[in-house]
C-alpha cells in the first residue's frame, strides 16, 4: 500500500477581505464596495441599538442600497459570512 500526502509549505496571496463605503454621510443610497467576500453571503443594516433594520443577499462586489426608508442616525453595515467585517455609517 503506498500513501501520498501533499504539504503545503506556502501560502498563496489571498486578498484580506475589506468593505468600503460611499455617500458619506448618507441621505437616499449608500453604495458599497467589497473585496476578498464571496458572493452569496449576507449583508445586514444594524441600527445603534443592534437591531437589524435590513438585510440583503449580495449580489455584486459593488452595490448600491436604497436607504431612504431609515430615519436619521447611525448605522452598522455588517458582512454574513466565513468573515465578519462592521463599519459605521451616518444617514441625514
Known amino acids: 500500500m503506498e500513501v501520498y500526502s501533499e504539504l503545503a509549505t506556502s501560502i498563496s496571496n489571498v486578498e484580506a477581505p475589506k468593505m468600503s ?12 464596495e467589497l473585496s476578498g ?3 452569496k453571503d449576507k ?3 444594524l441600527n445603534i441599538s443592534g437591531q437589524m433594520v435590513k438585510e ?4 455584486e462586489q459593488r ?3 436604497n436607504i ?3 430615519q436619521s442616525g447611525v448605522y ?6 466565513n468573515v465578519q467585517i462592521t463599519q459605521k ?3 441625514q
Open 89 to 91: 455609517f451616518i444617514k
Open 56 to 59: 440583503l443577499n449580495l449580489a
Open 21 to 32: 463605503i460611499y455617500s458619506y454621510p448618507a441621505t437616499n443610497n449608500l453604495t458599497i
Open 43 to 45: 449583508l445586514q443594516i
Open 63 to 65: 452595490q448600491q442600497i
Open 37 to 39: 467576500i464571496q458572493d
Open 76 to 81: 452598522f453595515v455588517c458582512t454574513k459570512s
Open 68 to 70: 431612504a426608508n431609515l
